[in-house]
């Protein structure tokens, strides 16, 4: 089996977006098959039309250029064509056996348009829909004109690719209320390789001393800062968890278009010196700090995007046999069986996460069995090779390529 895929961005970047797909990549690899790899335009500048990371092989394609490339709407159709070029050169040098797009829409277009071509069945794998993460960034407004094409574009390449396969029943839910029918989308959900992931890392005590976190009870949030992560709830909330438990201490690990609101938010609160802004950190430091905390918190605001799709940071958290509290929207409860392998608490409100991450610090003979679970769940559901093993039977639908 040979597998062209379709990507937005990949590694050497670093996203929930590039761990699942080099997470994917390594296990088909493992299946026996051979994977070929192209990214957009949004990659950014490369050095090389052809780049290896971390032992995968990326074709890079060029920046659009042109009239259109800087004209609204335009830019996006402009983005299409690059890609098909780039892609269309691909295919013909590794003649695969089907071309397997990665969200954003405009790879599945830029793979519509090859595939026939070149008689390739296209799959089509929806991570998110483009048009409702663009209403979290700003830049599109919700059932606006923009969003409505972008949605209208999502379904015309949902109802002429071969087979769809999404992360999560969320999602898979939404597309078939699309009108597509139900036997053509599969679910190949988010997942973690248990391997990379030991239960009960030692704190790093000089790490805590220099973040002035020793002896205290840490919430900890590691992760890019965007709106839709919630974590001026989880500000809101600190007061009043202050005022029961003087000993917490909340850290803030990564950054994003809300670090600077969030400063300024904890300044308005009064708490700015219990919170602990690290910035971004090497990734290969990421797990001295997750060490250092008690409570992982994920308090995601309930809107389209986080009711349809499902995290990765909990489950990665749960394999790590951590203590995790995250808002019930539709993606965390895809996950988190409540009081069972972690603890929910209303989405947007403020007090209910205080109530109930307080009540879970308080009860230290609940904690070792929310661990146990966790772990358990991720061991026996969401481990890499389950989860890419669904592939086979959606590979094998597809017709022959001619």
């Known amino acids: 089996m040979r597998v062209l895929h379709v990507l937005d961005h990949s590694i ?86 089907v071309i397997h797009a990665h969200s954003p829409v405009l790879n599945a277009m830029a793979a519509l348009r090859v595939g026939k071509r070149l008689g390739i069945p296209v799959v089509y794998e929806i991570r998110a829909f483009w048009e409702d993460a663009a209403v979290d960034h700003g830049t599109s407004r919700e059932w606006g004109l923009r969003y409505r094409l972008t949605r209208a574009m999502e379904t015309h390449a949902l109802k002429r690719v071969n087979a769809a396969t999404t992360i999560c029943e969320g999602l898979r839910a939404e597309i078939v209320g699309r009108g597509i029918p139900a036997s053509k ?25 220099q973040l002035g976190l020793q002896g205290k009870q840490v919430l900890g949030f590691i992760g890019s800062f965007y ?89 990665e958290a749960m394999a ?37 991450v307080l009540a879970l610090l308080a009860a230290p003979e609940r904690w070792q069995q929310l661990r146990d679970n966790g772990r358990a769940f991720v061991e026996s559901e969401r481990n890499w090779a389950a989860s890419v093993e669904r592939y086979k039977a959606v590979y094998a639908s597809l017709p022959r390529t001619q």
Not at 30 to 49: D, E, M, Y
Not at 62 to 75: E, I, K, Q, T, W
């Open 185 to 209: 989308v599969t679910v190949i959900p988010n997942a973690v390789d248990v391997a990379d992931f030991q239960a009960g890392g030692a704190r790093d005590e000089a790490l805590a001393a």
């Open 227 to 315: 709106a839709y992560e919630g974590l001026n709830i989880l500000l809101d909330a600190l007061p009043a968890m202050l005022a029961t438990n003087p000993g917490i201490r909340l850290l803030l690990v990564g950054g994003g278009v809300q670090d600077a609101a969030l400063k300024a938010q904890a300044q308005r609160l009064g708490v700015a010196d219990k919170v602990v802004f690290t910035g971004r950190v090497p990734h290969g430091d990421v797990q001295r700090y997750y060490d250092l905390v008690d409570v992982l918190v994920y308090p995601r605001m309930k809107m389209r995007l986080t009711d349809l799709v499902t995290p990765l940071k909990p489950l």
């Open 12 to 97: 050497p970047l670093h996203s929930g977006y590039t761990f699942r797909t080099r997470a994917i990549l390594q296990q088909q690899r493992a299946l026996g098959w051979q994977t070929f790899h192209v990214t957009g335009s949004k990659q950014g500048v490369s050095n090389a039309p052809y780049e290896m990371v971390d032992g995968l092989g990326f074709f890079r394609t060029a920046a659009s250029r042109g009239v259109l490339a800087g004209l609204p709407v335009f830019d996006q159709l402009a983005v299409i064509d690059t890609l098909a070029r780039r892609l269309h050169e691909v295919a013909l040098e590794v003649k695969p056996d």
């Open 320 to 356: 790590q046999g951590r203590l995790l509290a995250a808002s019930d929207v539709g993606g965390h409860k895809e996950l988190i069986d409540d009081g069972q392998t972690g603890i929910l608490f209303g989405a947007g409100d403020p007090k209910a996460l205080a109530h109930k």
